[in-house]
Every structure is written in structure tokens, then in C-alpha cells.
């Protein structure tokens, strides 16, 4: 088993621009409401980017091809809460991951539940679960968790 690195740091993101075109989150908030992941696909390279941009960010050209990808993917990355922001200790850990969707070539945060924190990895599969239909407004609340599946 990989030895686990805690790292006591903090990270200035202030510098840092982060921009999702309006028109690509629309897009990805129309197929919430409806149970399924969108996102928008370069003509050119093929990337698929969910949320999507409206230019592809290695072709620099625009783009509007939708396409949808799976509810399924793999954990790029994690941390593990287990403690909140003064330090106390949380009854039940909170995974947040980084997920790459199956189709897609970017990730969305989300929260996995349903394992022991100590057994996650990177490339665990996993699968979304959706709030019941009656329930989607077209929000990121629409997808509550992921949940493991496979071995």
C-alpha cells in the first residue's frame, strides 16, 4: 500500500483566475435537471470539457459541439476531512475527490460516500447518484455524492 503524505500547508489562490463561460454551465446545468452530465467537445482535438468553456483552451478555437458523458468515472484525486476548520475532530469523515467522468477529459468535485475513508485511491470507480427527478432544479446539488463501485 502507498504510504499516505499529510501536507500542513496553506495555498494562496488569490493570484489564481478560474473562468467557466456562462454558456458552458448552462449546458451542464440544463443535463443536471435532467440526470446526465454534458459537456462541450472540441471539433479539432476532441477534448470534451465538462464544465465547458466556449473555446477549446489547446486549439484556442471556439467550440459548441454538447455532448454527454457518463455519471460514471475514476478518482483523480482526494483529500479527507477529518477534522473541522478549528481543528475539532468530525464524527464522519468527508471524502471530497477530483472526478474524471468517463467521456470527459477535465473533472468535477464531488463527494464520495459508502467506504472507509482509509480504503480510497486514486482510480477508484465510481458512480454518481442523482436526487430524485422531482427534486432536480438544474443546480450542482442535483448530484448529491458518488459511490464506489467494482472491486
Keep these: 500500500m502507498e504510504e499516505t503524505r499529510l501536507v500542513q500547508a496553506t495555498w494562496d489562490l488569490s493570484q489564481c483566475k478560474f473562468k467557466i463561460s456562462g454558456d458552458g ?5 440544463e443535463g443536471l435537471r435532467e440526470g446526465v452530465f454534458r459537456g462541450i467537445k472540441c471539433p479539432q482535438c476532441g477534448t470534451v470539457y465538462v464544465p465547458g468553456p466556449t473555446f477549446c483552451r489547446k486549439c484556442f478555437i471556439d467550440i459548441d459541439e454538447v455532448v454527454q458523458v457518463s455519471d460514471e468515472g475514476e478518482v483523480e484525486t482526494y483529500t479527507v476531512e477529518l477534522a473541522d476548520v478549528r481543528g475539532n475532530p468530525v464524527e464522519e469523515p468527508t471524502i471530497s475527490c477530483m472526478i474524471k467522468l468517463d467521456g470527459a477529459d477535465t473533472w468535477l468535485i464531488g463527494v464520495v460516500e459508502g467506504i472507509d475513508w482509509q480504503k480510497v ?3 477508484m470507480r ?3 447518484v442523482w436526487k430524485d427527478a422531482s427534486e432536480r ?7 448529491t455524492r458518488f459511490v464506489p463501485i467494482g472491486d
Excluded: N
Aim: proline share 0%; charged share 15%; hydrophobic share 40%.
Design 121 to 123: 485511491h486514486v482510480g
Design 137 to 143: 432544479t438544474g443546480s450542482l446539488s442535483d448530484y
Design 126 to 128: 465510481v458512480k454518481c
Design 25 to 29: 454551465m448552462k449546458v451542464l446545468l
